[in-house]
């Protein structure tokens, strides 16, 4: 059973940067594999970025790739998601997602979501 609680969204400007966190309750957190995907109002979830249980993989999507990094840090079952050169297109609400599978990419792997942080980038 795992809780997870989005933060650091907010309003910025394109060029900005913005690091989001989600915190994580359980006992086994350094098990799961975590993800970051967003949605933007009438569009479909997208993933965005994942990192698996034991910090050796990461992945991403083709639109954030070299502005994104995603990270976690176990002793703290916290994982980050640092936005770099951020564009309007960004803007979307981030959920922060778990999976027990160790690592994933699509939203079905998933069974653990948060309840999003909205990442508003102006132009």
């Known amino acids: 059973q795992v809780q997870l609680v989005e933060s650091g969204g907010g309003l910025v400007r394109a060029g900005d940067s913005l690091r989001l966190s989600c915190a994580a309750s359980?006992?086994?957190?350094?098990?799961?594999?975590m993800g970051w995907f967003r949605q933007a109002p009438g569009k479909e979830r997208e993933f965005v970025a994942s990192i698996n249980n034991n910090d050796a993989l990461t992945s991403y999507a083709d639109s954030v790739r070299g502005r994104f990094t995603v990270s976690r840090d176990n002793t703290k079952n916290t994982v980050y998601l640092r936005m770099n050169s951020l564009k309007v297109e960004d803007t979307a609400v981030y959920y922060c997602?778990?999976?027990?599978?160790?690592?994933?990419?699509?939203?079905?792997?998933?069974?653990?979501w948060g309840q999003g942080t909205q990442v508003t980038v102006s132009v």
């Open positions: 997602a778990g999976t027990s599978r160790g690592f994933g990419i699509r939203m079905t792997e998933y069974e653990y």
């Open positions: 359980g006992r086994t957190f350094s098990r799961y594999g």
